[in-house]
């Protein structure tokens, strides 16, 4: 159950690059989910001859270097795009580029063929989401092959983080007694990755979850390694991962912290979430969440009021316009009490005959798919 790289090796004495050379190869890849469903991912078909096979033909560098420089990011990184879609439409949009880059194989290619398969944490698993090719005809599809997969699954996250390492063992095994800059580069590389202690590996972690990549100075400085050991070490577990998760890049975390240190007391008086029930458990992240905050709003406010409303919600609304209970503005019907946050539900309360969503008072969503809570 998780991911697996099937390699066979092969001579090429035609390619004179001597890395290409000795880790030329023919690479099936094969992912089954939690649930049992096993999908090939290397299947494609030979626009030459018209059959289709499961395996590719090439060098299996750049597949190797691509996940040691993104492997925490592999591992930790949430998807940032609204929706599941595919490595070259979200790879269309400038602000998503980078994410693309350090989560879809497509990024990895060099001239070479992959799939369009990307990975990205969801929670304790990591989903992957594999796209066929571009229809024969067009301008991306003028390629010696064309892959036709097309799958989304749930992973467990140390299946796949085995899997990776296996991969780049055996890559570099394959490497043993070749000297070349490139391939000393990789082994180097790879033993900061695997010779990482307890704590460098729990801030590389962090670091990923922010998009950030952890051995890049420049993105993760001092400065914000200091203020990751001053603010999160000492936060639980849940709320860390929901800032880490939240937040993109350095300025978002220090604004998010920002926000929890101002509301720092109202925050103390949630009730706790308590366990995950079966139920919540067979959901992704993002149902979790819902269903959690759902939860929340049945118990004692730490608020003004002493309760907190169950919100209405228009039929057109998804899941994701949920306002916050902090905000009076969300079309609640005001209380013939006078007070501006009560909906009429109070004890003693009664609502004002008023439309509570009309056109102009509906809220419109900022996000009409955002990134799964944690």
Known sequence: MGLSFHVEWLDAPGVADVVDAALWARLEMVAEGVDGTAVPLTELRDARTGQV????????????????????????????????????NAARIEALRPWVQRHCLLAAREGFSLPDLTLARDGEHVVLALFPDPPAGSVSARRP??????????LRREAVEEALRTFVDAVLERLRGVEHPDAQRLRDDWSAIFDADEAEARLC?????????????????????????????????????????AASGATELEQAVSWLARHDSVLHGLPEPGPIGPREAAGSAHQVGYARARRLRRFPSPWKRSWVPTVQRSPSWSAASFPTPRAPSVGLAPCTCGDSGCSGRGPGCSPAPTNAFSAKGAPSPRNSSPPPPR
């Open 145 to 154: 092959v064309s892959f036709i997969g097309r799958a989304t699954l749930r």
């Open 205 to 245: 972690a962090w670091a990923a979850r922010l998009g950030i990549d952890p051995y890049d100075e420049e993105q993760l400085d001092e400065r914000l390694v200091e203020f990751i050991e001053d603010h999160l070490v000492g936060l639980p577990a849940g709320l860390r991962t929901d800032l880490l998760d």
């Open 53 to 88: 096979r499961s395996g590719v033909y090439g060098s299996l560098y750049p597949l190797a270097r691509w996940v040691v420089d993104a492997y925490w990011n592999l591992l930790w990184e949430i998807r940032r795009t609204p929706r599941l879609q595919s490595g070259r």
